[in-house]
């Protein structure tokens, strides 16, 4: 049986620094905490909570003082920035640069916007961690659409200016534009393509990868809103694609008269988990024999 581990998966730049800084962190003190899991993957969780790092919740953390956070690259909204200055906590910034752009971008357009009355969009999945800082940029006004059907809920008779969640799929986005330039041809309408070109560039690449094999294997946690994506890229080109969260979860039927198999997953999943799914299958005492 032939395995093969995807090359272009494994963490978006992102997560690695994210990651980076937390252990460079954990080098000086043995403990640290994170606001929220610091990827979407609860191996790597596990590994740097053994290492120190604490998740904590915002719950908790608007009941802290005198301590220091890492912020992940999800990024934040202002009033987390607000209660580190008034309660003396020190934060490790590792929201990602693409983010951060993005944040930047919605504050600039909600303040500009006001005069004008318009209504800032973003497409982008409800409660999401990135989302929440960017709608946190607008006091809370910017209405989050999750797709087409979402549309409803807008204004027609105002001005509206749509952005993007960076890990969002293009062919989403595209299929949303021109749904909202038809429903919106009396007003003015702004669409900003700001989807991260590193996790949009894999769709095309993990579609070709997921045609060559007889069984795909996509490793990525549950919670992870990029692996529920690219999970369905994989499955529309390969519906022989199984999502697994871990080792455990791989059932050796799925291997019977397979001949390929190939492994890929999300942005939220290091390179080190595919290759440990790869040493498994190999040791399966029930795998087909070539």
């Not at 460079?24 to 790092?53: A, M, P, Y």
């Not at 220091?68 to 580190?84: D, S």
């Not at 003015?188 to 989807?195: E, N, R, S, Y």
């Amino acid at each position: 049986m032939r395995i093969e581990v995807d090359k272009g998966s494994g963490f978006c730049f992102g997560v690695v620094e994210a990651i980076r800084r937390a252990e460079e962190r954990l080098v000086l003190e043995n403990q640290l905490f994170c606001l929220g899991d610091i990827v979407h993957n609860n191996s790597e969780v596990e590994r740097l909570r053994k290492k120190g790092l604490t998740t904590i919740s915002h719950e908790q953390f608007f009941t802290m003082k005198n301590t220091t956070v890492l912020l992940r690259a999800h990024g934040e909204p202002p009033e987390i920035y607000a209660h580190a200055r008034e309660n003396n906590i020190k934060l490790i910034d590792a929201t990602c640069p693409v983010v951060l752009k993005l944040q930047k971008r919605i504050l600039k357009s909600y303040e500009s916007g006001l005069k004008d009355n318009a209504q800032l969009v973003i497409y982008g999945k409800k409660g999401h961690a990135e989302v929440n800082g960017l709608v946190g940029q607008t006091n809370g006004h910017a209405l989050v659409v999750e797709g087409i059907e979402d549309l409803e809920q807008l204004d027609y008779a105002r001005p509206i200016v749509l952005y993007s969640q960076t890990t969002k799929g293009l062919e989403g986005l595209h299929h949303l534009s021109e749904e909202l330039k038809n429903k919106s041809v009396r007003v003015p309408l702004k669409i900003h393509d700001t989807i991260c070109r590193q996790v949009a560039n894999r769709i095309p690449w993990i579609k070709k990868f997921a045609a060559r094999f007889d069984l795909v294997l996509f490793v990525s946690g549950k919670k992870s809103s990029n692996g529920k994506m690219l999970f369905d890229i994989c499955s529309t080109v390969n519906p022989n694609t199984k999502f697994i969260s871990d080792l455990n979860e791989i059932e050796p039927e799925w291997l019977l008269n397979i001949g390929s198999v190939g492994i890929c997953g999300a942005t939220s999943t290091p390179k080190q988990l595919l290759e440990e799914v790869a040493d498994y299958l190999l040791k399966i005492e029930t795998c087909p024999k070539v």
